[in-house]
């Protein structure tokens, strides 16, 4: 089985400060990873994905995150963020195989609150 | 490209009615799937299907549920005699046929609240 968790509930964050949001899995196959962006009233939109390669990911909206495999994390970042980047982010993950195949597994989501 | 559609966006009604809503995914994606997403939480996987071939079924979805998409195309989601506890978001996603690592799209999603 496959899980994911997103440490922190809320991140509460000013105007071009950098921010990073937090996401551990846990599976016992190899696995794409994925953040998607949640806006009011919206549907999920997703910002990057990694499935093999380079570690570091680049995705939309200047947003970019880091595979590290021996951590089981795949943690995101922005160096800069606007008052638009307010919304909840989902971490999920999907496998090329098994039980877990064609179904995307969700952390709880983080909600970033960015304040001017 | 016009995106995944649901229908309706907001759905009330009284415990033990019955409900449906539809997902029409982008043209030539092959998998839908539905989700179902309560207040705090992530989404949850409910079912998906490749084609018309209902493919796996999440233990969540109880005898009540019942999805079809008959012809490949759209998908419905039925719930037959509701519970307060089937208060959601339901979300439908559709993807190409590469497998667990093409994108899954997801449409605006139906929230139902049950009386």
């Known amino acids: 089985a496959q899980s994911v968790t997103q440490l922190d509930s809320q991140v509460p964050v000013f105007e071009e400060a950098p921010v990073e949001l937090r996401c551990n899995y846990s599976s016992s196959v190899s696995v794409y990873l994925f953040w998607y962006v949640q806006y009011p009233n919206q549907g999920l939109q997703l910002l990057l994905k990694y499935l093999s390669g380079s570690t570091l990911v680049k995705g939309i909206n200047g947003f970019e995150a880091e595979f590290n495999k021996s951590q089981t994390s795949f943690h995101l970042r922005k160096p800069s963020v606007h008052i638009s980047d307010t919304a909840e982010y989902f971490c999920a993950v999907n496998s090329p195989g098994g039980t877990s195949y064609g179904k995307l597994t969700f952390g709880q989501g983080t909600i970033l609150t960015v304040h001017p | 490209d016009t995106g995944v559609s649901q229908n309706p966006r907001h759905k009330i009604t009284k415990r033990g009615q019955n409900v449906t809503f539809r997902c029409d995914p982008i043209s030539e994606h092959n998998r839908l799937y539905w989700y179902r997403q309560t207040l705090g939480q992530g989404p949850e996987f409910l079912t998906y299907?490749?084609?018309?071939?209902?493919?796996?079924k999440s233990r969540l979805l109880s005898d009540r549920f019942s999805a079809e998409r008959p012809k490949g195309s759209f998908s419905t989601l039925e719930i037959q005699r509701t519970e307060q506890g089937d208060s959601a978001m339901y979300l439908c996603?559709?993807?190409?046929?590469?497998?667990?690592?093409?994108?899954?799209?997801f449409g605006p999603g139906t929230r139902l609240t049950v009386l």
């Open positions: 996603a559709s993807s190409p046929p590469a497998g667990g690592k093409d994108t899954q799209y």
């Open positions: 299907f490749q084609n018309e071939a209902q493919l796996e």
